[in-house]
């Protein structure tokens, strides 16, 4: 059974940075894209930045792109995600999920559809 535990969310000022973790227990497919995802309140869940399991080519979304990193830790099984330069609108509930399309295929990886296992989310509060 897949487990997934997020941490580092947490509250900042615009322009200021956080570094979120997601700590993966269970089998992860290979190639297969692992995700960051985050619902703001009444809105829908978005993807933010994938990476294929193993390595890869990291896809972002248009609003984190410069902004954003993704990177996985394999000592440590984890997927990070590195969040410089955050603004208010990035406030919201943040995801983890794994063994989603394969090398985050561009048409799907952003489907919260596609993935089989979530975090239980930690929440981003950015304000001004």
């Known amino acids: 059974v897949q487990q997934l535990v997020e941490s580092g969310g947490g509250s900042v000022q615009a322009g200021g940075s956080l570094r979120l973790s997601c700590e993966a227990s269970g089998y992860l497919f290979i190639n297969q894209c692992m995700t960051w995802f985050r619902q703001a309140a009444g809105k829908e869940r978005e993807g933010v930045a994938g990476?294929?399991?193993?390595?890869?080519?990291?896809i972002y979304a248009d609003s984190v792109k410069g902004r954003f990193t993704i990177s996985q830790d394999y000592a440590k099984n984890t997927l990070n995600l590195q969040m410089n330069s955050l603004k208010p609108e990035d406030t919201a509930m943040y995801y983890c999920?794994?063994?989603?399309?394969?090398?985050?295929?561009?048409?799907?990886?952003?489907?919260?559809?596609?993935?089989?296992?979530w975090g239980q989310g930690t929440q981003v509060t950015v304000s001004l």
């Open positions: 999920a794994v063994n989603g399309p394969y090398w985050c295929y561009p048409d799907s990886w952003s489907s919260s559809a596609a993935y089989d296992a």
């Open positions: 990476i294929p399991n193993g390595g890869g080519t990291a």
